[in-house]
C-alpha cells in the first residue's frame, strides 16, 4: 500500500524555521522524482521545489530561492523541506509528491502557518 506521510508543520513566527517531513512507504522511493507543493486558501496549488531521482538535482520556485532546501535520504525513504526566513506568504497546506513516468502519489498535507 503506497503512503507518505508528511509531518513537521505548525505555527512559527515570520523569520523562523521549520523542517517538513515526508516518509513514503510501498513503492521504491529512490526511482522517483519528489516534490514539494504547496495550496494557500483560495489559491491553486503551486510546485515548491524538486529533487530528482539519481543524483538529486533540485529545482526551487522563485518565491522560495535561497530560503528554501529540499533533500531526500533514500536509506530512510525520506524527503525533507527545511524552510527558513518564513513570511506570512508561506502559509499553506504542503504537499510532498512522488512522480515517476505515469505514477503519482500525493501524501495528505501539513498545514504550515507564518503568523505573529
Known amino acids: 500500500q503506497v503512503q507518505l506521510v508528511e509531518s513537521g508543520g505548525g505555527l512559527v513566527q515570520p523569520g523562523g524555521s521549520l523542517r517538513l517531513s515526508c516518509v513514503v512507504s510501498?513503492?521504491?522511493?529512490?526511482?522517483?522524482?519528489m516534490r514539494w507543493y504547496r495550496q494557500a486558501p483560495g489559491k491553486e496549488r503551486e510546485l515548491v521545489a524538486t529533487i530528482t531521482r539519481g543524483i538529486g538535482s533540485t529545482n526551487y520556485a522563485d518565491s522560495v530561492k535561497s530560503r528554501f532546501t529540499i533533500s531526500r535520504d533514500n536509506a530512510k525513504n525520506t524527503v525533507y523541506l527545511q524552510m527558513n526566513s518564513l513570511k506570512a506568504e508561506d502559509t499553506a497546506v504542503y504537499y510532498c509528491?512522488?512522480?515517476?513516468?505515469?505514477?503519482?502519489?500525493w501524501g495528505q498535507g501539513t498545514q504550515v502557518t507564518v503568523s505573529s
Open positions: 510501498g513503492f521504491t522511493f529512490s526511482d522517483f522524482v
Open positions: 509528491n512522488a512522480q515517476r513516468y505515469g505514477q503519482s502519489y
